[in-house]
Each structure stands twice: as C-alpha cells, then as structure tokens.
C-alpha cells in the first residue's frame, strides 16, 4: 500500500485545495473533524445542511418507489421543493436512469471519484443531473466549478460502465444542474476540446498537489478562503489564533443552504 496516497479527487476536496492548500490538509488528511468549529450561524447551517440531504433521500426513496410523504412533512420548504421537482416531471424520467451513480477511475497517480445525483440516457444523450438546494445558483460559477469539470470529464474517461462498455463521447454528454430553491435549470453541454483541457487541469492540479504535499502543504487561504464570502473557514483558530478567529466570526453570514455531503460535496458552489 502506498503510503502517501492521497483521498480521491472529488470536486468537493479540489475545490478546499484551490481556496487554500492548508485546509485541504486538514479537512482531508488530517484526523480533525469538519467543521473544527462551527462558522457563523451555525444552527441556520445546520438546517439548510438537514433539509438539503432529506431531499436528496426523498428523491432517492421516490426513485425507489418508496412513501416520501412523511420525510417531506418535515418542513414547508421541503414541500415547496418537492411539488417543484414534481411539477418538471423528475419523478419520471425518460430513458435509462441510474441514482446516487458512483463513478471512479485512476487518473495520473491517483483516483477520481465523483457520486452523480442522477446518471440519464435517452437515446445516447447523457446528463449527469445534480440537484442543488442551496441559494447560490450562478451559471457562471457553476460553468466554471470543479463539479461540472469534473463529471463530465469522469463520464467520458470512464463511463463505458455505464454503456454496455461502449466509451461516451464528449459531444453526448451535458452536465446539467437543477435549483429547487429557484425552480432553474443550468445546462453545460461538453465537447472533445473541453475534455481534453480538463484532462490537462486535472493534471495539473495532481501537480499542484504532490508539490503542496512536498512542502507540508502552506496557508494559501490568507486573505481569502480565510474568510471566503463572509463564512469564516472553521480552522481560523487553528492558523490565525483566536484574535483572528473573533474578527472573522464577527462578520455576517448566511448559510447557502446545499447538504454537506462527503466525499464528493462542495462548500462554495
Ligand atoms: S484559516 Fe485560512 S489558512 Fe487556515 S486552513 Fe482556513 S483558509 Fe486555510
């Protein structure tokens, strides 16, 4: 067994290593739980985090035929969520459709691992599907995250499990992004030339990662992540002292609301 082996790229693990290298280390790799401490309103955190994960069960369950009414009588706003879901038809999908889809493969010394929401297949035309439930929902974010790269990229290395052992071409894959929280969806269509600049991103990043790894992995959050859109990082404490924790901890912040939901979350999108 390699010893230095590093946890498999995740969306959610190479979003933390590009906000700051250090809370990579101790989110992933260090036997300290997350959050260390909770960040700003943490028990508005809580419940977004708990109702998020109870959606994403009730769809799961419906997929399974599963009664869902009692787990959405839990809240108005899961209810809200779910005659949205109901009123796009998701509940019945066309085509060939795979839950909760876990999909990993090495890739330059490492592994990959992504967990699709919803894996579809109407006439060879592939969407990974992803239901967000938080109140962030910014396609040029979303274009642009680690999860979009990530998945589609996945699927057309990796996916010929998913197809009778044919590969899937880039050209039929979408990403696409669902937000119960505004009823949008978000398409991001893939292509050959997309995948072969993920490939080298996703390189890089394995690069960028065993240099980090070689240097004991520096505070690169500073100024930034430390603090990223107001929401304090929980390991503040840990790297700037409790001064620096009681400034950032004072500053307002309001939860975005998506479950947390390892290995393959994301906090930022
Ligand atoms: S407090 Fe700042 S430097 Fe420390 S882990 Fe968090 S983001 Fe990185």
């Given at each position: 067994?390699?010893?230095?082996?590093?946890?498999?790229?995740?969306?959610?693990?190479?979003?933390?290593?590009?906000?700051?290298?250090?809370?990579?280390?101790?989110?992933?790799?260090?036997?300290?739980?997350?959050?260390?401490?909770?960040?700003?309103?943490?028990?508005?955190?809580?419940?977004?985090?708990?109702?998020?994960?109870?959606?994403?069960?009730?769809v799961?369950?419906?997929?399974?035929?599963?009664?869902?009414?009692?787990?959405?009588?839990?809240?108005?706003?899961?209810?809200?969520?779910?005659?949205?879901?109901?009123?796009?038809?998701?509940?019945?999908?066309?085509?060939?459709?795979?839950?909760?889809?876990?999909?990993?493969?090495?890739?330059?010394?490492?592994?990959?691992?992504?967990?699709?929401?919803?894996?579809?297949?109407?006439?060879?035309?592939?969407?990974?599907?992803?239901?967000?439930?938080?109140?962030?929902?910014?396609?040029?974010?979303?274009?642009?995250?680690?999860?979009?790269?990530?998945?589609?990229?996945?699927?057309?290395?990796?996916?010929q499990?998913?197809?009778?052992?044919?590969?899937?071409?880039?050209?039929?894959?979408?990403?696409?992004?669902?937000?119960?929280?505004?009823?949008?969806?978000?398409?991001?269509?893939?292509?050959?030339?997309?995948?072969?600049?993920?490939?080298?991103?996703?390189?890089?990043?394995?690069?960028?990662?065993?240099?980090?790894?070689?240097?004991?992995f520096?505070?690169?959050?500073?100024?930034t992540?430390?603090?990223?859109?107001?929401?304090?990082?929980?390991?503040?404490p840990?790297?700037?002292?409790?001064?620096?924790?009681?400034?950032?901890?004072?500053?307002?912040?309001?939860?975005?609301?998506?479950?947390?939901?390892?290995?393959?979350?994301?906090?930022?999108?």
């Open positions: 067994m390699n010893a230095t082996r590093l946890p498999p790229l995740s969306y959610s693990n190479l979003t933390t290593f590009a906000a700051c290298q250090k809370q990579y280390e101790l989110r992933y790799l260090s036997a300290l739980g997350w959050p260390l401490i909770p960040a700003g309103d943490a028990v508005a955190s809580e419940e977004a985090e708990h109702l998020g994960n109870l959606f994403h069960l009730a799961e369950q419906r997929a399974n035929d599963q009664d869902v009414s009692l787990l959405l009588n839990e809240s108005p706003k899961l209810h809200a969520w779910w005659l949205a879901f109901l009123r796009n038809r998701f509940d019945r999908p066309q085509g060939h459709v795979w839950h909760e889809a876990r999909l990993g493969l090495p890739f330059g010394d490492e592994r990959i691992l992504v967990v699709m929401d919803r894996l579809q297949n109407i006439d060879g035309q592939w969407t990974v599907w992803d239901w967000k439930t938080g109140r962030q929902f910014q396609r040029e974010a979303l274009g642009k995250s680690w999860q979009t790269r990530l998945y589609r990229f996945a699927l057309a290395q990796a996916g499990i998913f197809n009778a052992g044919e590969p899937i071409p880039p050209a039929a894959i979408t990403m696409a992004y669902w937000s119960a929280e505004h009823d949008r969806i978000e398409r991001f269509p893939y292509d050959a030339e997309a995948y072969a600049a993920d490939g080298q991103a996703i390189l890089l990043a394995i690069g960028k990662l065993h240099v980090a790894r070689t240097a004991g520096p505070m690169t959050g500073l100024g992540a430390c603090d990223a859109k107001g929401r304090p990082c929980s390991f503040v840990l790297c700037l002292g409790t001064t620096g924790a009681n400034d950032l901890m004072a500053e307002t912040w309001e939860p975005d609301g998506d479950p947390v939901r390892e290995p393959d979350d994301d906090p930022f999108v």
